[in-house]
């Protein structure tokens, strides 16, 4: 009974990505069909010759609070999953972090999603109708706090995969990490362009980014889940230090 408990311990962890990256996928849906079940209309807060909604504009009108409340769950969650990874690796559930560098990437990146996580609070509050100044600034705050974030994650993961080269899982992580990071952040720098340039196309990239985070997000369900019946110390790097050591003395 005491084996099987520790085998569900993993499940605190996991569902806060899963919670997270479904309410935030569930909340665009209900923007989206909010804004063509009524008949495309054009928003206050929309330009001249804007004919797609943003999220910020369908976020703006009588679905305030729900995104409000969403924006800050999922900015929590965002902020937790990094946290609970740094933990598990410390107390020895994960692959844990061999050398300094690697402890200060996680860290950076766990400052990154603060800076993410606040920005997506703060865009949801200060809505585009009202704040529209306020509202692109922490608009900007978000998609850099979270590049940042993945950023330094992706480097940690990198930098912890060259120390176990034959750890599958690892090393897709790692992977996982990095393709959807990357696309996200190729198009969030071609959604910036356009929003100078053409704004259609603008906020049809908004959408995809927004509904692509969800992914990322869904991508710290794998990681925390490898924690499943792992005992606490039992990966820590003290003993896979002395494990290297013991296998060294034994080869001579």
Same mark, same amino acid.
């Given at each position: ?57 369908? @976020?703006?009108? $009588? %679905?305030?609070?729900? /995104?409000? =409340?969403?924006?800050?769950? +999922?900015?929590?969650?965002?902020? *937790? ?36 996580? @606040?920005?997506? $609070? %703060?865009?949801?509050? /200060?809505? =585009?109708?009202?704040?529209? +100044?306020?509202?692109?600034?922490? *608009? ?113």
């Amino acid at each position: 009974m005491a084996i099987f408990s520790h085998q569900r311990h993993h499940w605190a962890y996991v569902w806060i990505p899963i919670a997270g990256a479904f309410l935030w996928f569930a909340t665009l849906w209900a923007l989206l069909i909010t804004w063509l079940a009524s008949g495309r209309p054009h928003y206050v807060s929309m330009d001249p010759d804007q004919h797609i909604a943003f999220i910020s504009d369908v @976020a703006a009108d $009588i %679905l305030k609070p729900l /995104f409000i =409340t969403i924006c800050s769950i +999922t900015g929590v969650a965002f902020v *937790l999953c990094l946290v609970f990874e740094r933990y598990l690796r410390h107390s020895g559930r994960l692959m844990p972090n061999m050398r300094t560098r690697e402890r200060v990437f996680s860290s950076l990146a766990i400052l990154g999603s603060a800076i993410g996580g @606040a920005g997506l $609070i %703060l865009l949801s509050i /200060f809505d =585009t109708k009202r704040h529209p +100044t306020l509202h692109d600034v922490f *608009l900007l705050v978000f998609i850099v706090g979270v590049a940042l974030s993945a950023i330094f994650s992706i480097v940690e993961f990198r930098w912890i995969s060259k120390d176990f080269q034959y750890h599958r899982l690892l090393k897709r992580s790692y992977w996982m990490k990095a393709i959807v990071a990357g696309i996200l952040i190729i198009l969030a720098v071609a959604f910036a362009i356009t929003e100078f340039t053409n704004v259609n196309v603008g906020a049809v990239l908004e959408w995809t980014i927004a509904f692509g985070y969800t992914f990322f997000l869904l991508t710290f369900y794998y990681d925390l889940r490898q924690s499943k019946g792992v005992h606490k110390g039992e990966l820590s790097a003290d003993r896979i230090n002395n494990s290297r050591r013991y296998r060294m003395r034994q080869a001579v």
